[in-house]
């Protein structure tokens, strides 16, 4: 597989996802085993970039991943991220430095591991100024506990200001075929800054794969039951739209899946992205999309969409966003 930079991390160019292995999907966390297994497939077929969160679970996805890696440690960039739960007393987000101190300590012990190679804000804390956390993130790279820092759906001020107290090697953001709100300001600001983009969702939470045809596919616990682009008439409209994906794979001899990735990998060279699945299938599905190669004409069709109907969060998320 190919690889690329994130800053000055080296990546292989799409990575792997692992929060739908241990909760928010239908069927997360009933076979463990598979989800170990694909982990380590991915590992053989070349990816690098793992990516998991204290949040998810909570906990239980980093100790999944802690486990998958015994042994194996050296051959992943691990990525987790913090700051969605408090261990110093206080309820929400908090970045605060005393609880970056504490999340930094946790994940390392479930992940098994003595560092964390990219360590992401998950959400900016809006009563932490950002200065004073990655001042406390700055410190933990000099005493080898992380490798690198990254912010995830941090909004362009926030961006230059953390990356004047120390190097910001990634932003981790939601980017698709219908999920282009990084495009105007935030990609232009990471690349004149030198910063990398690790997309996540890229595949619309499944809904771009041609897969998804009905919520009543999903098990009552399932979050896609509560994102507004699978509600109403957002879903039917959203179906239109990879209707059309569905189209260009066909001319290319590739999966929906596939094409959708490949659109993305050709926005750029600084662009990797993590999408999830459980399944040895589905992930071989996703790699091969390294190897997918769209006609300038097709991307031109794939640029010119129709955007997705609804927004990509609940309302409490989206407020979370952008800051």
Same mark, same amino acid.
């Given at each position: 597989?190919?690889?690329?930079?994130?800053?000055?991390?080296?990546?292989?160019?799409?990575? $792997? &996802?692992?929060?739908g292995?241990s909760?928010? #999907?239908?069927?997360?966390g +009933?076979? !463990?085993?598979?989800?170990?297994?694909t =982990?380590?497939?991915?590992?053989?077929?070349?990816?690098?970039?793992?990516?998991?969160?204290e949040?998810y679970?909570?906990?239980?996805?980093?100790e999944?991943?802690?486990?998958a890696?015994?042994?194996?440690?050296?051959?992943?960039?691990?990525?987790?991220?913090?700051?969605?739960?408090?261990?110093?007393?206080?309820?929400?987000?908090?970045?605060?430095?005393?609880?970056?101190?504490?999340?930094?300590?946790?994940?390392?012990?479930? $992940? &098994?591991t003595?560092h964390?190679?990219?360590? #992401?804000?998950?959400?900016? +804390?809006? !009563?932490?100024?950002?200065?004073?956390? =990655?001042?406390?993130?700055?410190?933990l790279?000099?005493?080898?506990?992380?490798?690198?820092?990254?912010?995830?759906?941090?909004?362009?001020?926030?961006?230059?200001?953390?990356?004047?107290?120390?190097?910001?090697?990634?932003?981790?953001?939601?980017?698709?075929?219908?999920?282009?709100?990084?495009?105007?300001?935030?990609?232009p600001?990471l690349r004149?800054?030198?910063?990398?983009?690790?997309a996540?969702?890229?595949?619309?939470r499944?809904?771009?794969?041609?897969?998804?045809?009905?919520?009543?596919?999903?098990? +009552?616990? !399932?979050?896609?039951?509560?994102?507004?682009?699978?509600?109403?008439?957002?879903?039917?409209?959203?179906?239109?739209?990879?209707?059309?994906v569905?189209?260009?794979?066909?001319?290319?001899?590739?999966t929906?899946?596939?094409?959708?990735?490949?659109?993305?990998l050709g926005?750029?060279?600084?662009?990797?992205?993590?999408?999830?699945?459980?399944?040895v299938?589905?992930?071989?599905?996703n790699?091969?999309?390294?190897?997918?190669?769209?006609?300038?004409?097709?991307?031109?069709?794939?640029?010119?969409?129709?955007?997705?109907?609804?927004?990509?969060h609940?309302?409490?998320?989206?407020?979370?966003?952008?800051?």
């Amino acid at each position: 597989m190919k690889h690329i930079k994130l800053g000055d991390l080296d990546v292989a160019r799409i990575g $792997l &996802g692992t929060m739908g292995m241990s909760g928010a #999907y239908t069927g997360a966390g +009933d076979d !463990d085993a598979e989800s170990i297994r694909t =982990i380590h497939r991915a590992l053989e077929l070349g990816v690098t970039l793992l990516d998991t969160a204290e949040v998810y679970g909570p906990y239980v996805n980093e100790e999944l991943l802690g486990r998958a890696l015994k042994g194996r440690r050296d051959q992943a960039v691990l990525a987790t991220k913090f700051g969605m739960i408090s261990h110093t007393g206080g309820t929400g987000l908090d970045s605060s430095p005393a609880n970056v101190r504490a999340a930094v300590e946790g994940s390392l012990r479930r $992940l &098994g591991t003595d560092h964390i190679d990219l360590y #992401y804000q998950h959400r900016v +804390d809006p !009563d932490t100024p950002i200065e004073d956390t =990655i001042g406390v993130l700055a410190d933990l790279v000099a005493e080898g506990k992380i490798r690198h820092i990254g912010l995830s759906e941090a909004g362009p001020a926030t961006i230059r200001r953390a990356h004047a107290v120390h190097p910001i090697t990634a932003l981790q953001s939601e980017y698709s075929l219908w999920t282009r709100d990084s495009e105007p300001e935030t990609l232009p600001l990471l690349r004149e800054l030198g910063i990398g983009f690790v997309a996540y969702s890229p595949l619309g939470r499944g809904f771009l794969t041609g897969a998804v045809r009905s919520t009543d596919q999903f098990a +009552d616990d !399932d979050f896609r039951r509560n994102n507004p682009r699978f509600m109403g008439e957002n879903f039917d409209h959203n179906l239109r739209i990879v209707a059309e994906v569905e189209a260009i794979a066909g001319q290319v001899g590739a999966t929906t899946a596939q094409v959708a990735l490949a659109w993305l990998l050709g926005r750029g060279d600084d662009i990797v992205p993590i999408p999830g699945t459980k399944r040895v299938p589905r992930l071989e599905e996703n790699l091969a999309a390294d190897a997918v190669e769209l006609t300038p004409e097709q991307t031109t069709l794939l640029n010119g969409l129709t955007p997705a109907a609804g927004d990509h969060h609940n309302e409490t998320q989206m407020r979370m966003i952008g800051r």
